[in-house]
């Protein structure tokens, strides 16, 4: 069992930064394939970001060059930097550890509330 407890989540005004910080419950990082995703109002939960131990990151096209998404091995932690939000950022993110071996099995974090606003 993994547990993921995100944190960071606040109100930012447009053009504003923020970091999203996911906590894991152990070594995982070589194991899983750690994301970033989040659901707005009505919508659909979407993919943010991605990121594999060996080094590649996947970033939805709406925060190419804005948002990074890292880790922290040391502290078991997996980071989503924000940079120049926007209002349409504003929404509920989420962590997500999906197994590599097993992409079937995947854990959730709780969520933390991103918005942009003036």
């Known amino acids: 069992q993994v547990q993921l407890v995100e944190s960071g989540g606040d109100l930012v005004q447009p053009g504003g930064s923020l970091r999203l910080s996911c906590a894991a419950s152990?070594?995982?990082?070589?194991?899983?394939?750690m994301g970033w995703y989040r659901q707005a109002p009505g919508k659909q939960r979407e993919l943010v970001a991605t990121?594999?131990?060996?080094?590649?990151?996947n970033y939805a096209d709406s925060v190419k060059g804005r948002f990074t998404i890292s880790t922290d091995n040391a502290k078991n932690t997996v980071y989503l930097q924000m940079n120049s939000l926007k209002p349409e950022d504003t929404a509920a993110y989420y962590c997500r550890a999906a197994q590599i071996s097993n992409p079937r099995n995947y854990y959730w974090g709780q969520g933390t509330q991103v918005t942009v606003s003036s």
């Open positions: 990121f594999r131990s060996a080094g590649s990151s």
């Open positions: 152990g070594s995982i990082f070589s194991n899983y394939v």
